[in-house]
């Protein structure tokens, strides 16, 4: 315990410092937009704060299941789990950060490829746009255990500093919130030779993008590594703008439909299914698979596209 309490306050020092800093310019950008751009929709910024309040609400009763299930909390478990610690030297700050980042890639590609995990994650895609408040939308698993878990507990697990992790998991709060950063108030986001090796506002939008070409691209939020060693890397085209949201009708500023629009679709299915074959395919499959049918999945569009443009 005692070698906890300093843990603790560096932790909440660390993490109240991201939290301001995200916090500060997402106030900003909110202002901006309706006062400047008169282009926010403040239905979808309701959405947003319910989400959050839906969060706090959910807190205490997750806490009650698995204990305070933070980033910190959760990467203390995975140190206490582990069999080695690699230290903070040079190469051990550079092994943390491959390790952040394949835990975040994993994770990402995990929520999009398996459709009960997408019910979680596709709240923060399904609003139509993107904004900073929208970056910061997310279903309250994902937020109070979903993320705790790869970014805390799994990083730890592998060695690195649960107080590394924690600044790690701030550093990629800061930069993927602002890669949330909307059209109006940055057209480009390119980010010149930076975009060779960072995530930049392009690549992230065209991560929220529903474009054949684009969806289930760019998982990370800090660097390119992960993606372009995994295949699943695609810049932004001069000659393709985005389009924002996901395959199925959203009502955008409904708290219902973007935090359980998913679930209410998959349980939909799950009462269609013939056998436990088609249940465990609706569950873990991609979403879009339908028995006997994959054809309508993400990567199966992406296939024709790229088929059709090769002849
Ligand atoms: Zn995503
Ligand atoms: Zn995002």
């Known amino acids: 315990m005692d070698e906890l309490t300093p843990f603790h306050g560096r932790i ?10 995200v916090f500060g310019y997402l106030v900003v ?35 009650r299941l698995l204990g305070p299930f933070t980033v910190g909390f959760a ?10 610690r690699v230290g903070t030297q040079w190469y051990g700050l550079i092994y943390a950060f491959v390790v952040y980042e394949f ?14 995990l997408w019910c979680i994650h596709s709240p923060h895609h399904a609003p139509g746009g993107i904004h900073m408040a929208i970056g910061a939308n997310h279903h309250f698993l994902e937020g109070l255990v979903y993320f705790p878990f790869f970014f805390g507990f799994m ?44 995530q930049t506002p392009a690549h992230h939008r065209v991560h929220h993008a529903k474009n054949p070409r684009y969806v289930d691209r760019n998982y990370n939020s800090i660097t390119l590594l992960w993606d372009w060693l995994l295949g699943t ?20 500023g409904s708290y219902w439909d973007v935090h359980f629009g998913e679930f209410a679709a998959l349980c939909r299915d799950l009462r269609s299914a013939k056998g436990p074959a088609d249940v465990l395919g609706y569950l873990f499959r991609a979403p879009g698979w339908q028995p006997g049918d994959a054809s309508h999945t993400a990567s199966a569009l992406r296939a024709r596209l790229l088929a059709g443009e090769r002849g």
């Not at 909440?12 to 800093?21: I, K, M, R, Y």
């Not at 202002?31 to 403040?42: G, T």
């Open 29 to 63: 950008e909110l202002l901006l937009l309706h006062f400047f751009w008169r282009k926010l929709d403040l239905r979808v910024v309701r959405m947003t704060m319910l989400g959050f309040v839906g969060t706090a609400l959910a807190s205490p009763i997750v806490a």
């Open 233 to 252: 890397l695609e810049p932004l085209r001069e000659s393709e703008p985005v389009e924002y949201g996901i395959t199925r009708p959203v009502d955008h």
């Open 155 to 198: 990083t730890a697990l592998f060695g690195v500093d649960p107080m590394i992790a924690v600044g790690l998991n701030v550093l990629d709060t800061v930069w993927g919130s602002y890669l949330h950063v909307s059209d109006e108030i940055l057209r480009e986001g390119r980010y010149g030779w930076v975009g060779r090796f960072m």
């Open 12 to 21: 909440n020092d660390l993490v109240s410092l991201g939290l301001a800093v």
């Open 103 to 116: 835990f975040y890639w994993l994770q990402h590609w995990l929520a999009h490829k398996v459709r009960l």
């Open 75 to 84: 990467a203390l478990a995975g140190a206490e789990s582990s069999f080695f």
